[in-house]
């Protein structure tokens, strides 16, 4: 799927660093575990809009609703509250692997398509000193970025690493998907050109080890590449206070650490390529709002995508994390995401996930 073409320049992918600093940074405690609490960053093109209310009907913009997707069949799983979750390395992910998973994964990069104008990457790799032919996507989830970037460079060779088979299995001739564990050895024949990870906060109890296990693979002038989400959540205006949304974003952090997942390490991403010897590291941002709260049409776009997005997996993002990491029944978490749905249908909470977009080279 494409995203649709937009003409706003207002929100446009920032080319500059939009802000690194966490000014007035406070932590507090949930389910027994320490939180951290942002005020909003120096934005670019994010301001709310005062005309918007709470129904997300803006001219030409789609309230997105469903994604069509072809998927492989089921291989192994466990099922805990409802959720399909991976077999391979049991409870190490916190997501499930189900099928509304993954067309919430399927939304999710056709929103970051979308917030770099239809860029795959960021990293300077077209025409690289030595070629670009091998290319790794670490945790690849349902395999779109590997597959789009297959088809983008027919010459390349790609392949996708995850815990789960979920990737399809129609592929173009040189993509191919293997389930491994990305904190495990790597053992990999040739080395890469080009590493790409995204969306990877939930995943790893050592960031650090995989961002060095991908130094090693990398040749000499290769690149790595890092598109996350910087949490918690961040609020443009007060209009985050005290609500069930502010709280979700919390209980979330505090699970992840309580499970041993540093759920706000998006924004040390920097300083931890830099630790292992990378050189030349970019750090960019951008910004998804949640709802159509938000001025200019490619907002909007991105913030009705949000929504669906968020609407759509908010139990997957909070299940395993607030009844495993903070004992919360699953009947308590369901009965807050009722809250937290609410408020993000309700358009008036202004939030947005701050984007964080780094790239490096081995020198
Ligand atoms: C949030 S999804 C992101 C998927 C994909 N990168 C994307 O952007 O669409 C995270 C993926 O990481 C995988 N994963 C988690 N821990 C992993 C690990 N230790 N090794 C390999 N894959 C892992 C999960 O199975 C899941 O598919």
């Not at 392949?159 to 299995?169: K, R, Y």
């Not at 564990?181 to 995943?203: N, S």
């Not at 009722?338 to 081995?362: F, G």
Request: hydrophobic share 35%; with cysteine.
């Amino acid at each position: 799927m494409t995203p649709p073409a937009t003409t706003d320049k207002g929100s446009e992918f920032e080319a500059e660093r939009v802000s690194a600093a966490v000014p007035n940074e406070t932590t507090g405690g949930v389910g027994g575990a320490s939180v951290t609490v942002l005020p909003p960053e120096p934005v670019h093109g994010l301001d709310v809009d005062n005309n918007s209310d709470a129904d997300s009907a803006v001219d030409g913009v789609e309230d997105f609703s469903s994604t069509a997707s072809v998927r492989s069949s089921v291989y192994d799983y466990i099922e805990e509250n409802g959720r399909r979750y991976h077999r391979f390395k049991e409870g190490q992910y916190l997501l499930p692997n189900d099928e509304s998973e993954q067309e919430r994964l399927d939304i999710q990069h056709n929103l970051m398509l979308l917030a770099l104008d239809g860029k795959l990457h960021v990293a300077p790799i077209e025409n690289m000193p030595g070629g670009l032919h091998n290319v790794l996507d670490i945790a690849t989830g349902t395999g779109n970025w590997a597959i789009d970037f297959a088809n983008a460079y027919p010459t390349t060779s790609v392949v996708g690493t995850d815990l789960s088979p979920i990737q399809p299995e129609y592929l173009p001739p040189n993509c191919r998907f293997e389930i491994d564990d990305a904190e495990d050895d790597w053992l990999f024949p040739v080395p890469f050109d080009y590493i790409h990870g995204r969306a990877l906060i939930t995943c790893f109890r050592s960031h650090h080890t995989v961002f060095t296990h991908a130094f090693n693979s990398l040749r000499s002038g290769g690149y790595l590449e890092l598109q996350d989400c910087d949490l918690p959540l961040r609020f443009i205006d007060d209009s985050g206070n005290g609500t069930a949304l502010g709280t979700w974003s919390q209980r979330l952090m505090a699970g992840g650490a309580a499970l041993g997942k540093d759920l706000t390490r998006g924004r040390r991403y920097k300083e931890i390529l830099e630790e292992i010897g990378f050189v030349d590291v970019v750090e960019k941002r951008t910004q998804f709002p949640i709802g159509t709260w938000a001025m200019g049409r490619k907002n909007k776009t991105l913030g009705a995508w949000m929504r669906h997005d968020m609407l759509t997996g908010l139990q997957a993002m909070s299940m395993a994390i607030m009844t495993r990491g903070l004992g919360m029944a699953s009947e308590e978490v369901d009965g807050h995401l009722v809250d937290v749905n609410a408020e993000i249908e309700s358009n008036r909470v202004h939030a947005y996930y701050s984007i964080v977009l780094v790239y490096a080279r081995k020198p």
